[in-house]
């Protein structure tokens, strides 16, 4: 079965940092784009963040750019999302996806709560 | 950017009848390629979305064939032709033709 999952979310004040990570199986996890997708509280989804196979394209929405980096490590079947800078507006549940055309199979997610 | 839209944004459905929402998207999502990038999750309460429609049209590995996706360039239709109880959720459209991706405000699906 093909299983994501996140884990490195929590509370963090304003202007401070995480490190979200995503461990995939039960798939080719070096064969898919890798896909970030936020959802704050009670609100639609919101796309973040895209990476090549092989890491060599990424891609952000305009909104995180030059505060989160995307990376990926496949000999670990690993995501990564390095997010710095943290705004209260950045409060969601952070979910990984492995990405065929779009997203295709999801994580459970992980919350991340930026307040003081 | 592409807007996506979704209407309506509630939908109350009875057991056993047909249920239709549509997206539209703000440019034509037809690549040079031929394929169209348009995807239709499901986000049951609780959990994650789950893919049902990819490219338009085609369903997802164990999504029932009570769901349809159908639509061409800016258009586009998820039709369930007899609603479950399980059904019930928010659906949301997603346009991949470009960066950034979109989503649509999402259509809640509720029982009557």
């Known amino acids: 079965d093909v299983q994501l999952v996140e884990s490195g979310g929590g509370l963090v004040q304003p202007g401070g940092s995480l490190r979200l990570s995503c461990e995939g199986s039960?798939?080719?996890?070096?064969?898919?784009?890798m896909t970030w997708v936020r959802q704050a509280p009670g609100k639609g989804l919101e796309w973040v963040a895209n990476i090549k196979y092989d890491g060599s394209e990424k891609y952000y929405v305009d909104s995180v750019k030059g505060r989160f980096t995307i990376s990926r490590d496949n000999a670990y079947n690993s995501l990564y999302l390095q997010v710095n800078s943290l705004r209260a507006e950045d409060t969601a549940v952070y979910y990984c996806?492995?990405?065929?055309?779009?997203?295709?199979?999801w994580g459970q997610g992980t919350l991340v709560t930026v307040s003081s | 950017d592409i807007v996506m839209t979704q209407s309506p944004l509630s939908l109350p459905v009875t057991p056993g009848e047909p249920a239709s929402m549509s997206c539209r998207s703000s440019q034509s999502l037809l690549n040079s390629n031929g394929k169209t990038y348009l995807n239709w999750y499901l986000q049951k309460p609780g959990q994650s979305p789950q893919l049902l429609i990819h490219l338009g049209s085609n369903r997802a590995s164990g999504v029932p064939e009570r769901f349809s996706g159908r639509g061409s360039g800016t258009d586009f239709t998820l039709k369930i032709s007899k609603v479950e109880t399980e059904d019930v959720g928010i659906y949301y459209c997603m346009q991949g033709l470009q960066t950034p991706w979109t989503f649509g405000q999402g259509t809640k699906v509720e029982i009557k």
């Open positions: 039960g798939f080719t996890f070096s064969a898919y784009w």
């Open positions: 996806a492995a990405s065929n055309y779009g997203p295709e199979y």
